[in-house]
Nanobody, 112 residues
């Protein structure tokens, strides 16, 4: 079956950087849009950004200019590079394949 496993979360100070990775098994990601979402405590899950099969990306306004998404179809992975992190970026970050497959999430905490 399709599985998505996120990694790379952790605790970082404001202004710092983290790189999240999502490893996919059970299917080939090359034809799919891959998305990153996040959910902060007490809030709804929201789109951070996604990358289409062509490599085109879109981002939420809140992360534009700070986050980047890349994909490695050969390795069946997608990454989220997060720079200039803010306290309000604290959330569980989820990877999504297509419209229905989700990973289990990885916690990102931005705190001094």
């Amino acid at each position: 079956q399709v599985q998505l496993v996120e990694s790379g979360g952790g605790l970082v100070q404001p202004g710092g950087s983290l790189r999240l990775s999502c490893a996919v098994s059970g299917t080939i990601i090359s034809l799919y849009t891959m998305g990153w979402y996040r959910q902060a405590p007490g809030k709804q899950r929201e789109l951070v950004g996604n990358i289409g099969s062509s490599g085109a990306t879109i981002f939420a306004d809140s992360v534009k200019g700070r986050f980047a998404i890349s994909r490695d179809n050969a390795k069946n992975t997608v990454s989220l590079q997060m720079n200039s992190l803010k306290v309000e970026d604290t959330a569980v970050y989820y990877c999504k394949l297509g419209s229905i497959h989700w990973g289990q999430g990885t916690q990102v905490t931005v705190s001094s």
